[in-house]
């Protein structure tokens, strides 16, 4: 057989190939990276969206503390801070009694707040503790097993 006689793809065809195996591939890479990325984004943010204190009938501050998790993944709050005093049930402040709607935290913690998820959090601090008085500001930290820290400042009524 002659070796002038034979014919190879055209170069315009032999392009088209090229460039449909290298669209084909990257769209592929695209996907995968993308779903190995979204794995790794994920983030916790918890938002207090409302503080509200009041005096109850036993003379102690009743501070309610509406809470929601923002965030894309889940939170879980492991201590509660009340000026910078621990306030968990395995170590409560003196004058302080911490639960949640959903969960009690005088026998269970740390409490999960999955992503979208509300909840709401009611402190009593009694009159006594730290000597505060009507007027004075205290500061609640929640503290995440992230290493984040949300706080809010209440004015005591």
Not at 27 to 50: A, L, N, R
Not at 81 to 110: H, K, Y
Not at 114 to 139: A, K, M
Request: proline residues 4%.
């Amino acid at each position: 057989m002659n070796p002038q006689t034979r014919k190879a793809v055209s170069p315009v065809i032999a392009t088209v190939i090229l460039v449909a195996v290298a669209i084909t591939v990257s769209v592929g890479v695209s996907y995968w990276m993308g779903g190995i990325s979204s794995q790794y984004t994920q983030f916790e943010k918890v938002e207090i969206q409302t503080a509200i204190c009041t005096l109850d009938t036993s003379s102690n501050w009743v501070v309610t503390i509406d809470l929601k998790n923002t965030g894309s993944a889940p939170a879980t709050i492991t201590h509660l801070f009340v000026n910078n005093i621990v306030a968990t049930p395995d170590q409560v402040a003196p004058g302080v009694a911490v639960n949640t709607t959903t969960t009690n935290l005088s026998t269970i913690t740390p409490w999960k707040l999955d992503s979208g998820e509300s909840d709401t959090v009611i402190l009593w601090v009694g009159l006594n503790y730290l000597s505060l008085s009507s007027g004075t500001t205290i500061d609640i930290k929640l503290h995440s097993a992230g290493g984040m820290d949300y706080i809010k400042l209440v004015q005591l009524i």
